[in-house]
């Protein structure tokens, strides 16, 4: 005689899923757990605890899906059953972090060899998990003499060419997989200010008069201002750097004079 005997092993029902991924308020959400072994087909369950607002456990298939509507920290226990009615039970947490915002900064003109403004920062950044960084996107160049500081996002150095430069600043947070921002940016870097003017013509008292003040580099329209000294009774300095008027009285005059632009000032 002969006896067959079918044997069917199984392997314990154990928990394959030990943490789960991060999420971020407003975006789309989706990971799925996974346990391994037991008999048939695993349901699950939420056990203990709350997930974000915004997201739901799939019973059937173990995923968790949906559009985080709250940033928190989320501390729950989920319990996955198989056919024989072994179940097997994790404790996830569950961060959900708010959007990573950027604010473009307006940064400041530069002047060709001159040390650029302290403070000029590419962005204002909120949101995300801190801290960020900051680099700069592929191909895209500063200033040269300029460097992006990637730690906060300021721009410094001394700029030794003229031009205007864009370029494209990206932020990241510390999650993982991170959020990511681009900050556009532009800087002017212009010539230093500076005066050609060397001397005034002469006059003649009761002859009109006129001669103009010249500068060049700089920004912008210039603005010009007699800064000490005097000159001759009858005459007067518009705001263009033009002298005109008829002098009154004979003698020897000394003034200075300063032009500014829309950025720095020169003598």
Same mark, same amino acid.
């Given at each position: 005689t002969t006896l067959?005997?079918?044997?069917?092993?199984?392997?314990?029902?154990s928990m394959k899923t030990e943490a789960v991924p991060?999420?971020?308020?407003?975006?789309?959400?989706a990971?799925?757990?996974e346990a391994t072994g037991g008999v048939g087909t695993h349901t699950w369950e939420l056990a203990n605890g709350t997930l974000p607002g915004g997201l739901v456990l799939d019973p059937e298939t173990?995923?968790?899906? #949906? =559009?985080? %509507?709250?940033?928190? $920290?989320f501390t729950f226990t989920v319990t996955a059953t198989d056919e024989n009615e072994a179940h097997v039970d994790v404790e996830l947490t569950l961060s959900v972090y708010?959007?990573?915002?950027?604010t473009p900064q307006t940064l400041p003109d530069g002047v060709k060899d001159t040390a650029y403004p302290d403070g000029a920062?590419?962005?204002?950044?909120?949101?995300g998990t801190e801290s960020y960084t900051?680099?700069?996107k592929t191909g895209d160049h500063l200033p040269s003499g300029l460097a992006l500081r990637s730690a906060d996002g300021l721009i410094s150095g001394t700029p030794t060419a003229? #031009? =205007?430069? %864009?370029?494209?600043? $990206?932020v990241s947070d510390s999650a993982d997989p991170a959020q990511t921002a681009d900050v556009p940016c532009t800087i002017h870097v212009y010539e230093s200010l500076g005066i050609t003017t060397a001397s005034l013509p002469d006059g003649w008292v009761g002859t009109d008069y006129s001669a103009a003040l010249v500068a060049t580099g700089g920004t912008g329209a210039y603005t010009w201002t007699a800064t000490s000294g005097s000159l001759p009774r009858g005459l007067e300095l518009a705001d263009t750097g033009v002298i005109t008027g008829i002098p009154t009285e004979a003698d020897t005059f000394s003034a200075t004079f300063q032009v500014t632009d829309t950025a720095v000032p020169a003598n």
């Open positions: 067959s005997v079918l044997l069917s092993f199984t392997t314990q029902l991060d999420g971020v308020v407003g975006k789309d959400y990971t799925t757990l173990g995923a968790i899906a #949906g =559009t985080p %509507t709250t940033a928190g $920290t708010k959007a990573l915002t950027v920062y590419v962005a204002t950044v909120a949101g900051y680099t700069l003229t #031009g =205007t430069f %864009t370029f494209t600043v $990206t």
